[in-house]
């Protein structure tokens, strides 16, 4: 909640996750380096002065943001600071300038090699416009990835400015009003809204942790972010709460780049605890290194792994995925042995039984490899996992009873998954994932 004070100062109360993003990106914004501002930071709210937020100071803090980034009007100020330029050099540099966004482009800059003290200097007397106009319009965690770009910079409006809750008046105004008066239409929207793209982490799904509970712990929960991946630096994150006692749910705010609205995951104590399991998983931090390419919009890697874990998804569609691509079971079966462990944790076998139910399973499918040659065995494994796949239970249990006495070895955990099916489901993949030959091997993902 906003507040004027009788001395004209701000108030800004962390009434809902929008107010606690904008404090956090006001708090980032007048603590950069270039911004030497005082301002009042109390438990709940923080108080400052409005002239202290400028389109100058606004400029500085997306220069020191973005500065370890492409961020054009940087990157091209920073191609232009040599003495001397090869012809090669000189080439690049205004293909670079004919690539850039349309804001430096109607500049209409050419480098000959020699002028870059003149192409510097309409840079820097350009720079204000350049840098608000080439943020506003960068999709790539800038303001119109978060905002309404229309609404950058401007006094409070009726209509709130943020992506997925700006409504067009004039065109909705039958919907949104009674009688078409636009007086009884009631929305939130303050300028400080346009410090929330500073709250969230930069990277294609950028996340908020709106930990509210004090301003405090909202600094120190979103400083976790930096340049590793936000959903893996948010798996560390909940996995160091785990020993604290904590009962209320922790608020995620995701902003997908391919996406026009903000959506909400709320952390509890049921994924905490299994996040900490998994994470004293032996060797887990393999997965990281994991990237499999399944189509141009979607790969499987630890981020996505981790997104369905936080949605209390289990993974038996990524192990579908790996068992039954040739490819990529050759490639990434090494990778399997932690998803299945995860697996298990997910359904309610996160313990020192569910290692042991591995290791056996794991043992039963190498004694059959050892008697098996390996045509023989892809093909008991393709059936095994066209099954699973098709939850035919029925044959599952027909196949594995095959196998076994064609082998002669006894598969022991056939008892449990008679007992039930689903929750010892995963002792099959573990199974189906060990009944090669081949060595497993890491796929170094480069």
């Known amino acids: 909640m906003k507040t004027i004070l009788e001395d004209g100062r701000i108030k800004l109360e962390a009434s809902d996750w929008r107010y606690s993003a904008a404090i956090l990106g006001l708090i980032r914004y007048f603590e950069a380096k270039c911004n030497l501002i005082d301002y009042e930071l109390q438990d709940d709210y923080i108080i400052y002065k409005k002239e202290d937020i400028t389109k100058e100071n606004y400029v500085k803090y997306i220069l020191e943001r973005f500065k370890d980034t492409d961020f054009a009007y940087i990157v091209l100020k920073n191609k232009l600071q040599k003495d001397t330029y090869t012809e090669e050099e000189i080439k690049e540099i205004n293909k670079y300038i004919k690539g850039c966004p349309e804001a430096i482009k109607k500049l209409k800059l050419e480098f000959d090699g020699t002028n870059q003290e003149e192409l510097l200097k309409i840079l820097d007397e350009k720079k204000e416009d350049l840098v608000l106009e080439i943020f506003k319009n960068r999709k790539k965690n800038g303001y119109t990835k978060f905002c309404n770009t229309s609404c950058f910079f401007k ?64 600094i120190d929960a979103n400083s976790h972010f930096n340049d590793e991946n936000s959903r893996i630096t948010l798996y560390k994150y909940i996995s160091e709460l785990a020993d604290k006692n904590i009962e209320n749910n922790i608020e995620i705010i995701i902003k997908e780049s391919t996406k026009n609205y903000f959506e909400t995951l709320y952390i509890d104590r049921f994924i905490i605890d299994k996040i900490k399991k998994i994470k004293d998983i032996e060797g887990i931090k393999i997965l990281e290194k994991l990237n499999i390419k399944i189509r141009d919009d979607f790969w499987i890697n630890m981020s996505y792994i981790l997104q369905l874990i936080f949605n ?50 794991y043992a039963c499918a190498k004694s059959i490899s050892e008697k098996l040659d390996e045509n023989k065995l892809n093909s008991y494994r393709q059936k095994l996992t066209s099954a699973m796949i098709s939850n035919n239970k029925t044959s599952v249990y027909n196949i594995l009873i095959q196998l076994s006495n064609y082998s002669h070895v006894n598969i022991s955990f056939i008892f449990d998954i008679l007992d039930d099916f689903e929750l010892n489901k995963n002792q099959i993949y573990a199974f189906i994932s060990a009944l090669t030959k081949q060595k497993k091997e890491v796929e170094k993902n480069d």
């Open 155 to 218: 006094e409070d409006s009726k209509m709130c400015r943020l992506t997925g809750f700006y409504v067009d008046p004039n065109r909705k105004r039958q919907l949104l009003t009674w009688q078409n008066n636009l007086d009884t239409f009631e929305s939130e929207d303050i300028q400080e809204f346009d410090f929330i793209p500073f709250s969230f982490s930069m990277d294609y799904d950028s996340l908020f942790i709106n930990n509210n509970f004090s301003i405090q712990s909202l």
């Open 312 to 361: 209390r998804q289990n993974l038996d569609s990524v192990i579908h995925i790996i068992l039954k691509n040739k490819d990529f079971y050759k490639k990434y079966n090494y990778y399997l042995k932690f998803i299945i462990q995860i697996n298990m944790i997910l359904y309610e076998k996160g313990n020192i039984e569910m290692i042991k139910q591995y290791k056996s399973a």
